[in-house]
């Protein structure tokens, strides 16, 4: 029995692409930044921002933040701005649109 070259087929797609295939079908993609801002926060508000963070959440580009300190909520209001460009360069592209403090 002789070993042939191993070839792919035409409709074959890597790995790589099945999953963010995959991914995009399942709309996955949003839970998934949702967690990586999550994974991340510390690192992208700091530790003080971080630990007075009680939830936060990603629905259709809306960042919604809840803390447990009230100067920080109103502090956090007046930076808004800079949190969406913020998380936007770390990504690269728009995630986030807007921000709503409760």
Known sequence: MS????HRESNE?????AIQQFIKTMGLRPKMIE???IANWEEIVG???????LDLSLNKQKLTLRFDNASL??????AKTKLI???????????INEVVIL
Request: hydrophobic share 30%; net charge positive.
């Open 3 to 6: 070993r042939g070259n191993y």
């Open 47 to 53: 530790n003080m921002i971080a630990k007075h963070t």
């Open 85 to 95: 460009e913020n998380i936007n360069n770390r990504f690269g592209k728009q995630i």
């Open 35 to 37: 967690a990586e801002i």
């Open 13 to 17: 797609q890597s790995l790589g692409d």
């Open 73 to 78: 909520k109103h502090e956090m209001s007046y």
